[in-house]
């Protein structure tokens, strides 16, 4: 490769990749076919439109590709109908608020601290500016102890505000939480007052279509995801309606595709429908159940060594591929940041996050959030969730002295401090160590 500075990056990030162990939740390992074809000849191509009504010409190609696409994730999703341009998550929902909504139209969703999305309302986000949104919390414990009905969100509240605030469209989906959806009890909420329901499934669409996730296809009307979490395809999203959708509004489909094109896109990246028409091919094989089957036993795995070594997990552990630790408990409000800093000094990248009933800021969040879909995707199992908690904990215990200072203008300090320390300490390069020697034997895709 000729431009040097670029291919020692891409170098450093593969060494990176490969001597680390990725627990970020929503990020995978796409396959090597999946790679190949978005770095195919479709890359060159602009084709505006829908397959057979495109703004240009040389599309034969293309158009049997979207249709393949489309095809594969309706039989997938078991939808109707799909839309498979959106160029990724955020502006997938923005398409849906754009086919259904007129700005100024209230709308709901669950709120970005509770472990929502940006674009299911947040303030900052254009889905809050343009549409008024109104925010639902989570509890921040489980009232049932019964883990098969455990439930974090207050449905009466939701009702509640619901039935105030009559909003257009509700979302329900997480980036942020380890339970569950019971969609049934959004739409019983959004049937009453006459709203769409949409479904955000990005982080557990693989999960779904594994068949360890129920669907939410036969409640809500409308199902959007992206198509590079635990689904393992190229970044990319997709726009679904349901069957209960189309009922409720036939012209849905034709709202859709409007939204996304011209209402928000210009021309499709034709080698991501591609290699999301390749990711559908790969997620219908029985070996991804199995994948999908994996990836839920190594987070309830990992929760559990979590667990018993002292920590508080978010709803009691997990039935998905994610957990969240609130450290409020442990190590203080305020300590995600050195648990996400020490923790990638020894080669276990995960993130800050807020946990339900936050008490310090979205900055300084008191959580973590991990989860386990790239490192089943290397092959990881039981035994190595085992190996890999641990040193969770060790880091943790090593760390248990510091807490986020109160007072704002001594933090920033106080964190540089804290990471020079992190880097000459012994038992963090012992444990830099073990991990890299650990994650070499478990090769990326
Ligand atoms: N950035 C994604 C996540 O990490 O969950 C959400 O868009």
């Not at 969100?153 to 942020?176: C, S």
Request: some cysteine.
């Amino acid at each position: 490769m000729k431009d040097k500075k670029i291919n020692q990056l891409i170098k450093l990030e593969e060494k990176r990749q490969k001597e680390g162990i990725e627990l970020i939740p929503s990020e995978n390992y796409a396959s090597k076919d999946v790679r190949k074809v978005l770095s195919s000849c479709f890359l060159n191509k602009y084709s505006e439109g829908y397959p057979k009504q495109r703004y240009y010409g040389g599309n034969e190609y293309v158009d049997e590709v979207e249709i393949l696409c489309q095809e594969r994730a309706k039989k997938l999703f078991g939808v109707p109908f799909v839309n498979v341009q959106p160029y990724s998550g955020s502006p997938a929902n923005l398409a849906v608020y754009l086919a259904i909504c007129t700005p100024g139209d209230v709308v709901m969703g669950q709120a970005l601290t509770a472990g929502g999305h940006l674009t299911h309302g947040h303030n900052v986000s254009a889905t809050g500016i343009y549409y008024k949104s109104i925010q639902y919390t989570l509890k921040s414990q489980i009232s049932n102890l019964n883990p098969e009905k455990a439930d974090l969100f207050d449905y009466e509240e939701i009702k509640h505000l619901a039935k105030k605030y009559r909003p257009k469209l509700i979302w329900v989906g997480a980036t942020a939480y380890p339970l569950k959806f019971h969609y049934e009890k959004f739409a019983k909420i959004a049937d009453e007052i006459g709203a769409y329901l949409a479904a955000d499934i990005a982080h557990i669409a693989g999960l779904v279509v594994g068949g360890v996730h129920p669907s939410p296809v036969p409640y809500v009307d409308i199902v959007t995801t992206t198509t590079h979490k635990t689904l393992r395809g190229p970044r990319g999203a997709m726009i679904m309606i349901t069957p209960k959708g189309l009922k409720k509004d036939p012209q849905l489909p034709k709202k859709i595709n409007k939204a996304v094109f011209p209402g928000l896109q210009g021309g499709p990246h034709d080698n991501q429908v591609a290699a999301i028409a390749v990711a559908l091919y790969e997620a219908m094989q029985p070996s991804f159940k199995k994948y999908a089957r994996q990836v839920v036993k190594n987070a309830k795995i990992l929760a559990k060594v979590l667990s018993q070594g002292g920590l508080k997990l978010v709803g009691g552990g997990t039935e998905n591929h994610l957990i969240l630790i609130d450290l409020t408990s442990t190590l203080g409000a305020g300590a995600g940041i050195f648990v996400q800093k020490a923790l990638d000094l020894v080669g276990l990248t995960l993130n800050k996050n807020t946990v339900p009933g936050e008490s310090s800021s979205p900055f300084y969040p008191s959580g973590v959030r991990l989860g386990t879909p790239a490192a089943t995707t290397r092959g990881m199992k039981e035994k190595e969730m085992k190996f890999i908690g641990k040193i969770i904990l060790q880091v943790i215990n090593l760390i248990k002295d510091y807490h986020l200072p109160a007072n704002k203008e001594t933090r920033q300090k106080y964190i540089e401090s804290f990471e020079k320390k992190m880097k000459a300490n012994r038992e963090i390069k012992i444990l830099r160590k073990k991990v890299k020697n650990f994650a070499l034997r478990f090769p990326i895709p």
